[in-house]
């Protein structure tokens, strides 16, 4: 299954002298399976490209087809298509609203007209995936905490049985440990599920770990679109849209202008503790 982005432009307020070009002529595509990270500065159209991805939002031009169907075309069941594209917005309280926190996994099961057993059957099993221990399942989604309201929220919408899980700032607001269990529990999900993942992130730390594929998105346009070793390669470009690289960037690139003669394409601690290892006989800076 996959979903095309074809030439898409979105303005607010069209026709008005507030009009605004949210989104400027978009194509891509996104398949199968990828981990994809998408970046930009407050303002670059994120938010509004996730919305276009689910049918959320209609385009102003330009066309969204999800397996090879107009999204937006008389007669298309968007119900569906968010059961397939699911999105988990950047704040859990923007999407819990049930009693208990059984009950608002079942939600969107029981849009889908499922029967009664299925519905638990799903929440059950999401709320695994996420590792939300069941002594919380009866208590109220506000009496949780900022991580377990995350995971409760991501739940909701893995038990619709997504194709693609869109992750708003899934880490936003939490401290470093509930950061990295969040991540890596949604990369367990992407290899346990072989779904495809888009998380949108101000962590450029975070994408270069887990991403495959980094989308920069600068004025309404698509930037870059690339591997995150050939994405933070561009480091002085992202700097200046007001973006950085991974700190290890930095770290390897200074390592290289005082003569060590390490790789600069590394984007993770670990992987530069390595290369400098390899190289500390040379070590003189």
């Not at 950047?90 to 009693?99: G, S």
Request: aromatic share 6%; glycine share 8%; net charge negative.
């Amino acid at each position: 299954m996959s979903l095309k982005i074809d030439d898409i432009t979105y303005v607010y307020e069209k026709g008005t002298a507030m009009s605004v070009n949210a989104l400027d002529h978009i194509s891509l595509e996104i398949p199968d399976g990828q981990f994809i990270g998408l970046v930009g500065h407050t303002g670059s159209g994120k938010s509004t490209f996730v919305q276009m991805l689910n049918g959320l939002l209609a385009p102003t031009t330009g066309h969204v087809y999800w397996n090879g169907q107009d999204v937006h075309e008389k007669g298309f069941d968007r119900r569906k298509l968010r059961a397939s594209v699911g999105l988990v917005f950047q704040y859990p309280e923007h999407q819990l609203f049930e009693a208990d926190v059984l009950s608002d996994v079942e939600f969107g099961p029981k849009n889908l007209g499922l029967s009664e057993a299925e519905c638990k059957e799903r929440a059950v099993e999401a709320l695994r995936h996420v590792n939300l221990p069941e002594e919380f399942w009866d208590k109220s989604p506000f009496d949780l905490s900022g991580g377990q309201q995350r995971r409760a929220a991501i739940a909701g919408v893995l038990a619709m049985h997504p194709s693609i899980l869109i992750l708003d700032e899934p880490t936003a607001g939490l401290d470093p440990l509930g950061r990295d269990e969040i991540l890596n529990m949604v990369r367990g999900m992407k290899e346990k599920l072989r779904i495809t993942i888009v998380l949108v992130s101000h962590s450029m730390d975070d994408v270069a770990q887990y991403a495959d594929r980094i989308l920069v998105m600068n004025a309404g346009k698509i930037m870059m679109d690339d591997t995150p070793e050939k994405v933070f390669s561009r480091y002085k470009e992202l700097e200046a849209i007001g973006l950085s690289a991974p700190q290890v960037v930095y770290i390897m690139q200074y390592l290289k202008e005082r003569g060590l003669p390490v790789k600069t394409n590394i984007l993770t601690v670990d992987e530069a503790v390595d290369e400098i290892l390899a190289h500390r006989g040379e070590l003189n800076v």
